[in-house]
């Protein structure tokens, strides 16, 4: 599964770089791409594992950029 993910309040290259670097790590992602100009992260994940990826990679945005709002 591919979704796209709004990320509200994003507001720098570098931050959006070690949010995806992050993600990268986590096990179950098979592809992520932040775009810090669109504000937007494309992540894609096994169906069955979708959602436990989905709110790992909103812990670790959480994490690196507490100001930041995951609009899934």
Not at 7 to 20: P, R, S, V
Request: charged fraction near 40%.
């Amino acid at each position: 599964m591919k979704k796209s993910i709004k990320l509200q309040d994003l507001d720098c290259a570098n931050c959006a770089a070690k949010i995806e670097n992050a993600i990268k790590k986590v096990e179950g992602v098979t592809g992520v791409k932040v775009n810090f100009l669109s504000q937007k992260m494309e992540l894609e994940a096994p169906d069955d594992k979708y959602d436990d990826v989905l709110n790992e990679a909103k812990r670790l945005i959480k994490k690196i950029e507490p100001d930041v709002i995951v609009k899934a």
